[in-house]
C-alpha cells in the first residue's frame, strides 16, 4: 500500500491543486457562454506544444504563441453570416489536426502523443507539486482580479459597460486566464480532454444551485471528487489517468441530471 501511494499521491495532489483553478474557471466559462472558445483553446495546446519542442522553447511560450493566434485568427475570421459556435468548432478540430501533424511529422514526440491527448497525471511527481502549485495560485490570483467585472459583463454587458467595465479588455484577460489553465492542465488531462475538466463540474453544480457563489462550492466539490475517483479508478482499471477523471465527471453529471429530472418531475405531479 505505501508503494501505491508514493506514485498516486502525487498525482492525487497535483488533481486537487487543479481543481481549485477548474471549478470557478469553468463557471465562468458557461456563464460567459465561451465553452466552444475553451474547447479550441484545448485543442490548440496540441500544437503549441509541437512549435516548442520543434524550436526547443518552453512548452507554456509555445502554448501562448497558438493562443495569441487562435485569438487574432477569430478576430480576423469574424463573418456576421457565419454561427460562432460553427467557426469555432472549425477552429478546434483545425488545430487538432495540425497539432497531431506537427507532433507526429515535424518532431521525436510520436511515442508521446497518447499522453499530449489524454494526459499522464501519475507521471507527476513530488518536485512537480510546487511549480503547479504556484502557477494555480497565480491563475486564482487572475481570476480574482478580473472576478467582478467578469460577473457584470455575464449578467447584463451593456450595463457593465455603463459601469466602466471594457468588454474586449476583459475577454482578452479571460482568455489569458483561459490560455493559463490549459497549459498548466495539459498533463493531467490532455489537450481532448481539458474542456471536459473544465464544463463537467460547473454544469453539474448548475443542476442544484440557487447562486453564483453555491454552483462555484457545489463545482469545486464535483471537482474533487471527480479527481480523487478518477485517480484511484485509473489504478484499478488500468487506464489513462485523465480519461478516468473526465468519465467520472460525466458520470457524475448524468446521474445529477437524472435525479434533477425525477425530482422536477415529483414536484410537477405533487402540484397537481
Excluded at 56 to 71: D, E, K, T, Y
Excluded at 124 to 130: I, M, N, V, Y
Excluded at 171 to 176: K, Y
Amino acid at each position: 500500500m505505501t508503494a501505491w501511494l508514493a506514485i498516486i499521491a502525487p498525482a492525487w495532489i497535483a488533481g486537487s491543486i487543479l481543481a481549485l483553478l477548474s471549478a470557478p474557471l469553468g463557471c465562468l466559462v458557461l456563464w460567459r457562454r465561451m465553452a466552444f472558445f475553451a474547447d479550441a483553446l484545448a485543442h490548440g495546446t496540441l500544437l503549441g506544444v509541437a512549435l516548442a519542442v520543434w524550436w526547443q522553447l518552453p512548452m507554456g511560450i509555445g502554448i501562448a504563441l497558438v493562443s495569441v493566434m487562435v485569438v487574432l485568427g477569430l478576430v480576423l475570421i469574424d463573418d456576421e453570416r457565419l454561427p460562432v459556435d460553427a467557426v469555432l468548432a472549425v477552429v478546434a478540430v483545425s488545430l487538432l489536426c495540425l497539432g497531431l501533424l506537427a507532433l507526429t511529422q515535424l518532431t521525436d514526440q510520436q511515442a508521446n502523443v497518447l499522453g499530449f491527448l489524454f494526459g499522464n497525471l501519475l507521471e507527476l511527481d513530488w518536485a512537480d507539486l510546487p511549480l503547479l502549485a504556484g502557477s494555480v495560485l497565480v491563475g486564482l490570483g487572475l481570476l480574482m482580479y478580473i472576478w467582478p467585472a467578469q460577473i457584470k459583463l455575464a449578467t447584463h454587458e451593456a450595463l457593465a459597460r455603463i459601469q466602466s467595465v471594457h468588454p474586449t479588455r476583459q475577454r482578452l484577460f479571460f482568455m489569458g486566464v483561459l490560455a493559463g489553465f490549459c497549459a498548466i492542465a495539459l498533463q493531467a488531462v490532455g489537450s481532448l480532454l481539458i474542456s471536459g475538466l473544465l464544463v463537467l463540474p460547473a454544469l453539474t453544480a448548475r443542476l442544484w444551485s440557487s447562486s453564483p457563489k453555491q454552483m462555484v462550492v457545489i463545482s469545486l466539490l464535483i471537482a474533487q471528487l471527480g479527481v480523487t475517483l478518477g485517480v484511484w479508478g485509473s489504478i484499478w482499471l488500468d487506464i489513462q489517468t485523465g480519461l478516468a477523471i473526465v468519465l467520472i465527471l460525466a458520470i457524475l453529471f448524468f446521474i445529477a441530471l437524472i435525479f434533477s429530472k425525477v425530482s422536477t418531475a415529483k414536484i410537477w405531479s405533487a402540484r397537481r
